[in-house]
């Protein structure tokens, strides 16, 4: 369904629930790593810029180790 693949593992098999809404949560089956929101991957398969751009700065803070979340 999402053509996607773990950081983490490598893994393709990629959970997410049925119906998903766009905050629910993208996991991996192999490890239970999360990925991403169900939402942040339908942005990113269908490319908005902005949208883009806000995953992307989340992406870069959760690599330096800042949670915009909080
Ligand atoms: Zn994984």
Redesign the pocket.
Known sequence: MLDMT??????N?IHVVEDAMDWDEVT??????FLTTYGAAMALMQPVPLADACIKTQQLARCMGISLAG
């Open positions: 773990c950081h983490r593992c490598g893994s098999n991996c089956r192999e490890c239970g790593e």
